[in-house]
Structures are given as structure tokens and as C-alpha cells.
């Protein structure tokens, strides 16, 4: 079975918890546009929810699917909030943030009741790390901002290249109008050490550290879907 196919599963997994009337938070990312479009068939043959996109891409898709959609503004509480991640551990720990998406996806799991993950299995790790962690930047200042992220990752006992993200020879902007730093660090050995030292850079508006949010993930391999529980 190909990666596809088993992101497919793992938000098929996920889909069992959504309820008639549920208030959803619906994830960025190629396994997360699975659920979108999961959800999309559900609500066509009548089942009612409403969702929260946490990327105007996502929004493109939920509304297309025929997803009925709101905003935190007027619905600032939700049910359940399904979302990929681009690394966790078996504390479900997680690194966020490969789509660009992190603030707003932080936005809506920390406004839901529940996040759940929904990954291939090889998306779980022993060490958090070896994907590159993303930060979110304003472009203001942003050599000094990279600079104090160098010094807070030297403090949490981390060390390598943080470096500007592109797309098409610029720098992305994310759909807040900011940049993003990855910084490729190989392992993070105190995820909650590096979280509260990037936090209080004023330049940092969000990091991909998602710490305490997720309740339960869903991972899909070749012997079928392993699901873990905080």
C-alpha cells in the first residue's frame, strides 16, 4: 500500500468520531485534505457538521466538498479539530508547520475540545527532530529574529542551519502575511525547553512545536491503524 493510500486510511480512522452537528476543525496537508474530502462525501449524502479551515487552502477544498463553514469569530469553541502532523512521538508531541499553516492550525486545535492526528506511521519518531522545525516570522527584523532563535535553540540543547523558507526564488509568505525559518536541528532533546525559549522572542509569532494539544492520533501502516492516546 503506497503513503497515499495509507493517509487515507488514517482520516477514514478519524472520520468514526465526527457526530451529526459537531463544530470541526479542519487541518492543512495532503493527509488532512483526505479527511476534508471524506467529510465532503458524508455532508453531500446529508450529514450536517460545520468547519473551521486553518488555510485558505483548505478552505478552497471544504468549500468545494460542500462543507458548511464558519470562523473562530463566531463560532469560538470547537468539538474536534483533525489534522496531520510532520512528525510526533509516543507522547504526542508533535512538529507542525511543513505546509505553512502552523499559527492558524495552532489557532484552531488550542480552540477545540479534542485534536485528533491522523499521520502514516512513519510520521512517528522516538526524538522529535529530524524534520525541520518551522517557525513563523515577521519579516521585520528578521536577522535578528534568526539570531535569537540560534540563541534559544543553543540553550535548549539544539544546534544546526535555521534558514529562510522559499517558494519560487522568494520567501513564502504565509497566509498571515509572515515568513518562516526552518530550523534543521536533528533532534530536539527538550521540546518543552525550545518551545518556551522561542516564545519569547518578540520576531517569533508562532513555532511548530505543538505541545499538549493532541488527545489521540491515528497512524496508518501495512499491518493496518495504530492509534495512541494521551
Known amino acids: 500500500m503506497n503513503v497515499d493510500a495509507l493517509k487515507r486510511e488514517a482520516a477514514a480512522?478519524?472520520?468514526?468520531l465526527v457526530e451529526p452537528g459537531m463544530r470541526l476543525g479542519l487541518g492543512t496537508g495532503s493527509t488532512a485534505a483526505h479527511f476534508v474530502d471524506l467529510l465532503g462525501q458524508k455532508v453531500r449524502a446529508g450529514f450536517d457538521v460545520v468547519g473551521i479551515p486553518t488555510s485558505e487552502a483548505t478552505h478552497v477544498q471544504a468549500e468545494k466538498a460542500g462543507i458548511r463553514l464558519t470562523t473562530l469569530d463566531e463560532t469560538p469553541e470547537l468539538d474536534l479539530t483533525v489534522d496531520g502532523a510532520d512528525e510526533l512521538d509516543s507522547r504526542l508531541r508533535?512538529?507542525?508547520g511543513g505546509g505553512a499553516a502552523l499559527l492558524r492550525e495552532k489557532i484552531v486545535a488550542n480552540a477545540s475540545t479534542r485534536m485528533v492526528v491522523i499521520a502514516d506511521a512513519a510520521k512517528k519518531v522516538d526524538v522529535l527532530g529530524a524534520f525541520p522545525l518551522p517557525i513563523e516570522v515577521v519579516p521585520f527584523g528578521l536577522e535578528s529574529t534568526r539570531r535569537c532563535i540560534v540563541k534559544a535553540m543553543i540553550?535548549?540543547?539544539?544546534?544546526?542551519a535555521v534558514t529562510l523558507r522559499l517558494k519560487d526564488g522568494h520567501a513564502l509568505v504565509t497566509d498571515g502575511g509572515h515568513f518562516i525559518l526552518d530550523a534543521a536541528l536533528g533532534r530536539i532533546p527538550d521540546p518543552e525547553a525550545l518551545a518556551l525559549g522561542l516564545s519569547a522572542i518578540p520576531g517569533v509569532v508562532e513555532h511548530g512545536l505543538f505541545l499538549g494539544l493532541a488527545s489521540d492520533a491515528f497512524l496508518a501502516g501495512p499491518?493496518?491503524?495504530e492509534r495512541i492516546s494521551r
Open 94 to 96: 508533535l512538529i507542525k
Open 155 to 160: 540553550a535548549a540543547g539544539c544546534d544546526g
Open 13 to 16: 480512522a478519524a472520520l468514526e
Open 223 to 225: 499491518s493496518g491503524i
